[in-house]
């Protein structure tokens, strides 16, 4: 059975930094895309970034040059390091894990139970 399990989220002040971590057991994913999405209240859920499986990355325009995903094959794992946060970028952050790198939720088989993100101002 697939699990993937967020964690590092937490409430930081603006200008702050987390570091969200995903770790995935139930199957091997170092041929999939492993990806970030977030979802804020009142909002639909938005892709923030997302990395193949040979490393290559993409970010939202939203937090690019703030944003850092990376990946652990060994481990299975999945990382977000954000920085200079903002307000806006407080919501439930999601680990998400697909075959195809695209932003569309609709692509990702495998989804995480989310982490919140607050950003005091």
């Known amino acids: 059975q697939v699990q993937l399990v967020e964690s590092g989220g937490g409430l930081v002040q603006a200008g702050g930094s987390l570091r969200l971590s995903c770790a995935a057991s139930g199957r091997t994913f170092s041929t999939y895309t492993m990806a970030w999405f977030r979802q804020a209240p009142g909002k639909e859920r938005e892709f923030v970034a997302g990395?193949?499986?040979?490393?290559?990355?993409v970010s939202a325009v939203s937090v690019k040059g703030r944003c850092t995903i990376s990946r652990d094959n060994a481990k299975n794992a999945v990382y977000l390091q954000m920085n200079s946060l903002k307000p806006g970028d407080a919501a439930v952050y999601y680990c998400a894990v697909g075959l195809v790198a695209t932003v569309a939720t609709a692509d990702y088989p495998y989804w995480g139970e989310g982490s919140q993100v607050t950003v005091s101002s």
């Open positions: 990395i193949g499986s040979g490393g290559n990355t």
